[in-house]
């Protein structure tokens, strides 16, 4: 069966800290992969997408970044971190093929900058 | 994708059956129904989705309307464990936006004793 490894899951880092949020995904191949971030009393924002290895796509822009180094690693990250990261960051996948919207999410990093 | 509309928040005695409406009048033909819950300080969960006919799994009952502007989503029998925030999402299946589920404030379904 799938599963999706996201860690750590609880963070605390000083503004201008560099950042760094692992997911992996195993029992699966060739996944879509997404990073989400919910502030505070909001809903989900979809920060960055990936349909392949070294293929992202950013949905805002923003302090952060992202990085698919294989097929079922995605990487977050930022050099500095803002006040304004903070959040709670979600990781996501599901099958390559159209109409395949069940996304299935990771147990998330709640991420503080203090 | 379309846009949808849910009630910010409801209630429900344990036991009795949930009712969830939400209203997606801009909804186009290619454009499928999705429920999600999301429990406090937990990852989203997939619930049911659906096109135009009704459907049913383990968890939940989804009910659209012949005119596909609304659905409900149903849980027959709720307990404690429901309590979370419900989202209806509206995403257009073999586009190029599949995956890009838009969240939005959901309704917060809180089951009592």
């Known amino acids: 069966s799938q599963t999706i490894h996201q860690w750590p899951a609880t963070l605390v880092q000083p503004v201008g800290s560099p950042l760094s949020l692992e997911c992996t995904v195993e029992?699966?191949?060739?996944?879509?992969l997404y990073w989400y971030r919910q502030a505070a009393g909001r809903g989900l924002q979809l920060l960055f997408y990936?349909?392949?290895?070294?293929?992202i796509s950013s949905e805002v822009p923003q302090n952060l970044s992202a990085s698919r180094p294989q097929d079922r690693q995605f990487i977050l990250s930022s050099k500095k971190l803002l006040l304004s990261d903070s959040g709670f960051y979600l990781c996501?996948?599901?099958?390559?093929?159209?109409?395949?919207?069940?996304?299935?999410f990771g147990s998330g990093t709640q991420l503080s900058v203090l | 994708d379309a846009k949808t509309t849910q009630p910010p928040s409801m209630d429900c005695a344990e036991g009795r059956a949930a009712n969830l409406p939400c209203n997606h009048s801009?909804?186009?033909?290619?454009?499928?129904v999705y429920w999600y819950r999301q429990i406090h300080s937990q990852g989203p969960q997939y619930i049911i989705h659906g096109l135009k006919n009704n459907e049913t799994n383990e968890m939940a009952s989804l009910i659209i309307t012949e005119d596909r502007k609304s659905s409900t989503l149903i849980l027959p029998h709720a307990t404690l464990r429901d309590t979370a925030v419900y989202y209806c999402?509206?995403?257009?299946?073999?586009?190029?936006?599949?995956?890009?589920?838009?969240f939005g404030q959901g309704t917060i379904l809180t089951v009592h004793p």
């Open positions: 996501a996948w599901n099958v390559r093929r159209p109409g395949a919207e069940k996304l299935f």
């Open positions: 990936s349909v392949g290895i070294g293929q």
């Open positions: 999402i509206v995403s257009n299946a073999g586009g190029t936006s599949y995956g890009k589920l838009t």
């Open positions: 801009t909804i186009s033909g290619n454009e499928y």
């Open positions: 029992g699966t191949s060739n996944p879509n």
